[in-house]
């Protein structure tokens, strides 16, 4: 199954972590996976998730991300930026975004588009999908 990708810079953690606990029952079982610290946030506060953790962003976790979306791995990409601070891996994280419109991964930047995202069955069809794949129909 393909999965959803969390991200969120440092300030925007904290609200990763809220949506994440608001939307727990949607998320469980679901594959997701993180940059490095993100997904350990989200393991210390919403215990059950299905959390694969990659690099770290600035260590390369945000192109690893993107490799998987150009391998067809990703369904979906919920990345809280931070929009007022530079970051050092500025260009990692416009090469995500690329790779996301360039597959037309669905993706949202802030929580109000997240919660749209999560809310749309994406993630009922992709379970679908695979156990569709699974029994062979
Ligand atoms: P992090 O990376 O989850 O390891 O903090 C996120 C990012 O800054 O891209």
Do not use: W
Request: charged letters at 20%.
């Amino acid at each position: 199954m393909r999965q959803l990708a969390l991200i969120a810079h440092d300030s925007r953690k904290d609200d990763l972590v809220a949506f994440v606990v608001r939307h727990a029952a949607l998320l469980q079982d679901f594959p997701i996976v993180c940059t490095g610290t993100t997904g350990l946030r989200i393991l210390e506060s919403s215990a059950g998730l299905q959390i694969e953790r990659v690099r770290s962003g600035p260590l390369g976790g945000d192109q690893q991300i993107g490799a998987r979306i150009a391998e067809g791995r990703i369904c979906g990409l919920i990345f809280f930026i931070d929009p007022l601070t530079p970051m050092p891996h500025d260009v990692d994280v416009k090469a995500l975004t690329r790779l996301a419109a360039l597959y037309d991964i669905p993706m949202a930047l802030n929580p109000s588009t997240a919660a749209m995202l999560i809310s749309s069955g994406l993630l009922e069809r992709e379970r679908a999908l695979s156990q569709d794949a699974e029994t062979g129909q």
